[in-house]
C-alpha cells in the first residue's frame, strides 16, 4: 500500500486560493488564471528547501495575505498625487494606484506615431490573440510569484512599439500604494516592441511606511529582430512591505536591451529575472544597485538562457548593506548547445557597512557549448580604510567622506542607464538614501 505524502497548505496558502478563486475573471483570461491557481495550490509558496529560494523563505516570510485591494477611491488618487519618485524625468506617465489603472494621474494622449497603450481589459476585448501571447512567455521552472500573477491577472497595461518606431519620450509605468491598512495589490504590463524600434520604459513601486502590504508585479517583454529597449526600474517600497516582483523577457536577432534596477524598499523583496536569447548575436545588459538598512531583505535572482549563437550579455550588480541587511544575489548564465560565440560576463559585488549584515552571494555557470567566452565573480568586503584616511586627510568629514566612497561604488552600476535625465534622477534617489544614514 503507497501512502500520498501531501504538504498541509499554509494559512497565507489557502488565503490566496480563496481569494483569487472568488476574483472575477474576464472570460477571455479565465482558462489562463485557472490554471495558474491550480498550480499555485499544488505547489504553493517556495521554501529553504526549494534551491532557488533558500536564501528567501516565502512560506515564513508570508505568514498570511492581506485582502486584495479595492481600487483607487478618491482619498487613494488624491494622496498618489503626493508621490515624487522620478516625476521630473520628462516621462510620459501611466499609473495604478492599489493596482488600479487612474486615467487621471495617467498621460495617453497624443502618443507619438507607432505607439499604442492600452488597458488589458480593453486590450483583451479587441484581441483574443494576446491570450496567447500572455501564455507564451513563461518561466522554465514553477515560479510561486509568476503563478499568484497570472491568477490574479485582470488589471495591467499593455505598451506596443510598431516597427521602426523611434520612440524618444520615456514611458513610466507607476505602481503606488496608499492607506493605512494592509492590502495585497498585483499588476501586470506587457511590452511588445517591433522589429527595428526603439523605446525607454521606466517602473516605479512606492508605497506608505508601516503598512505591512503586499505588492506582487510582472514585467513581461517581447523584443523584435534589430529593436533597442531599455528599462528603469526603481523600488522604493514602504518599509514593513513585502515586494515580488519578475521581469520576463526574449529578444530576438540582433537586438540591444539595457536594464537597470535600484532597490531600497521593503522589509523583505525578491526580483526574479528569466531572460531569454532567442535570436542571434543579440546583446544585453542587466545591471542593478541594491541599498539596505535595518533588518531588510532583498534578493536578486537572475537566469540568462543563451538559446542561439553570437550572444553577448553583461551582467553588473552593487550591493551596500548598512546595520544587519541582508541582500542575495542568484547568478546563472545558461550557455545552450547551438549558442556558440556566446560571451557572457557576470560580476555582483557587496559592501557590508554594519558588523551584522550579511550578503549571500551566489554566481553560476551552466555551459554546454565549446566556443564561448564565459566568467563570474563576487566580492564583498567593507569600505576601504586607506580610501577613507585619504580622504579624511583633506579635511573631508567622515559621513562625507563614506558618502563618496559608497557612491562610487554603487556609481558604476547607475552609469549603464543611458538617458541622462534618468540616470541623475535615480542618482537622486540613491543620495537621499546615503543622506539618511546615521
Do not use: C
Given at each position: 500500500?503507497?501512502?500520498?505524502?501531501?504538504?498541509?497548505?499554509?494559512?497565507?496558502?489557502?488565503?490566496?486560493?480563496?481569494?483569487?478563486?472568488?476574483?472575477?475573471?474576464?472570460?477571455?483570461?479565465?482558462?489562463?488564471?485557472?490554471?495558474?491557481?491550480?498550480?499555485?495550490?499544488?505547489?504553493?509558496?517556495?521554501?529553504?528547501?526549494?534551491?532557488?529560494?533558500?536564501?528567501?523563505?516565502?512560506?515564513?516570510?508570508?505568514?498570511?495575505?492581506?485582502?486584495?485591494?479595492?481600487?483607487?477611491?478618491?482619498?487613494?488618487?488624491a494622496e498618489a498625487k503626493k508621490n515624487s519618485v522620478l516625476t521630473n524625468i520628462g516621462a510620459r506617465e501611466i499609473t495604478f494606484v492599489n493596482g488600479a489603472f487612474v486615467a487621471e494621474l495617467s498621460n495617453l494622449k497624443g502618443l507619438e506615431k507607432g505607439l499604442s497603450i492600452t488597458t488589458l481589459a480593453d486590450a483583451l476585448a479587441k484581441d483574443a490573440s494576446l491570450v496567447t501571447l500572455l501564455a507564451k512567455i513563461n518561466p522554465n521552472k514553477y515560479d510561486a510569484v509568476f503563478a499568484l500573477n497570472t491568477a490574479a491577472l485582470n488589471e495591467g497595461i499593455l505598451i506596443e512599439v510598431a516597427p521602426g518606431a523611434q520612440i524618444t519620450q520615456p514611458i513610466h509605468v507607476r505602481h503606488i500604494v496608499t492607506g493605512t491598512s494592509p492590502v495585497s495589490v498585483f499588476g501586470r504590463a506587457v511590452v511588445k516592441v517591433g522589429a527595428k524600434a526603439q523605446a525607454t520604459l521606466v517602473q516605479s513601486h512606492v508605497g506608505p511606511d508601516t503598512v505591512a502590504y503586499q505588492t506582487n508585479t510582472v514585467l513581461q517583454l517581447s523584443v523584435a529582430?534589430?529593436?533597442?529597449?531599455?528599462?528603469?526600474?526603481?523600488?522604493?517600497?514602504?518599509?514593513?512591505?513585502?515586494?515580488?516582483?519578475?521581469?520576463?523577457g526574449a529578444i530576438g536577432n540582433e537586438s540591444r536591451f539595457r536594464s537597470f534596477a535600484l532597490t531600497t524598499g521593503g522589509a523583505a523583496s525578491r526580483h526574479t529575472v528569466p531572460f531569454a536569447y532567442a535570436g542571434r548575436n543579440a546583446r544585453a545588459t542587466i545591471a542593478g544597485a541594491t541599498l539596505l538598512r535595518g533588518k531588510q531583505h532583498a534578493d536578486t535572482t537572475l537566469e540568462i538562457d543563451h538559446a542561439m549563437p553570437g550572444g553577448e550579455s553583461r551582467e553588473l550588480y552593487k550591493t551596500v548593506l548598512d546595520d544587519e541587511a541582508n541582500g542575495v544575489f542568484q547568478g546563472l548564465i545558461i550557455v545552450r548547445p547551438d549558442a556558440q560565440k556566446t560571451d557572457g560576463r557576470m560580476m555582483s559585488a557587496a559592501l557590508l557597512l554594519g558588523d551584522n549584515a550579511e550578503m549571500d552571494n551566489k554566481p553560476e555557470l551552466e555551459i554546454f557549448a565549446d566556443d564561448v567566452q564565459c566568467a563570474h565573480g563576487a566580492t564583498t568586503g567593507a569600505l576601504d580604510d586607506d580610501l577613507l584616511f585619504y580622504l579624511r586627510a583633506r579635511g573631508i568629514p567622515k559621513k562625507e567622506a563614506e558618502s563618496l566612497l559608497i557612491q562610487s561604488f554603487f556609481g558604476e552600476a547607475v552609469e549603464t542607464i543611458e538617458n541622462a535625465k534618468i540616470r541623475d534622477a535615480v542618482m537622486n534617489l540613491a543620495g537621499g538614501w546615503l543622506a539618511a544614514r546615521s
Open positions: 500500500m503507497n501512502a500520498e505524502v501531501k504538504m498541509m497548505r499554509t494559512a497565507a496558502e489557502a488565503a490566496y486560493a480563496d481569494a483569487l478563486t472568488a476574483l472575477p475573471a474576464p472570460e477571455a483570461i479565465r482558462s489562463l488564471r485557472e490554471k495558474a491557481l491550480r498550480l499555485f495550490a499544488e505547489k504553493g509558496l517556495p521554501h529553504r528547501r526549494v534551491e532557488e529560494w533558500k536564501y528567501t523563505d516565502l512560506r515564513a516570510l508570508i505568514r498570511e495575505m492581506p485582502p486584495l485591494a479595492k481600487g483607487a477611491d478618491g482619498a487613494a488618487i529582430d534589430d529593436a533597442e529597449l531599455d528599462v528603469v526600474r526603481v523600488q522604493a517600497e514602504g518599509d514593513k512591505a513585502i515586494h515580488l516582483s519578475m521581469m520576463i
